[in-house]
Nanobody, 122 residues
Framework: QVQLVESGGGLVQAGGSLRLSCAAS????????MGWYRQAPGKQREMVAG???????NYADSVKGRFTISRDNAKNTLYLQMNSLKPEDTAVYYC????????????????WGQGTQVTVSS
C-alpha cells in the first residue's frame, strides 16, 4: 500500500504564511503527478496546485502569485508554500499522488492523504 501523510497545517492570521508537506511511503515504483486540493465547509473539493514528475506546475487562479508547489523526488515529498494567506483559504488541504506500483507499465493509481486543516483568521 501507499500512504500519503500531510503535515504543516494550523491557525494563522491573514497575511501570514504556512508550509504544508506531504510524505509518501510504502511500496511503489514511481510517483507521477502530485497535487494539493482543498475543501472548505459546504463546498466541493477543488484543485489548488499541481506538479508533474518533471517539475511543471499549475495553479488555481485564486492562489497564483501567493502559493508555490514543489517536490523533492529523492524524499518522495510534496510541499506547498502558502504566503499572503486570506480567510477564504481556510479549508482542509489534501495531498494527491498518481503512483505506479510495480513498473513503468503499471497503471497509475491515485492516492489521497488524510488532510490537514488550515485556518486563516481575519
Amino acid at each position: 500500500q501507499v500512504q500519503l501523510v500531510e503535515s504543516g497545517g494550523g491557525l494563522v492570521q491573514a497575511g501570514g504564511s504556512l508550509r504544508l508537506s506531504c510524505a509518501a511511503s510504502g511500496r511503489f515504483f514511481s510517483i507521477n503527478a502530485m497535487g494539493w486540493y482543498r475543501q472548505a465547509p459546504g463546498k466541493q473539493r477543488e484543485m489548488v496546485a499541481g506538479i508533474t514528475s518533471g517539475g511543471s506546475t499549475n495553479y488555481a487562479d485564486s492562489v497564483k502569485g501567493r502559493f508555490t508547489i514543489s517536490r523533492d523526488n529523492a524524499k518522495n515529498t510534496l510541499y506547498l508554500q502558502m504566503n499572503s494567506l486570506k480567510p477564504e483559504d481556510t479549508a482542509v488541504y489534501y495531498c494527491n499522488a498518481g503512483v505506479r506500483r510495480n513498473s513503468n507499465y503499471s497503471p497509475i493509481v491515485e492516492y489521497w492523504g488524510q488532510g490537514t486543516q488550515v485556518t486563516v483568521s481575519s
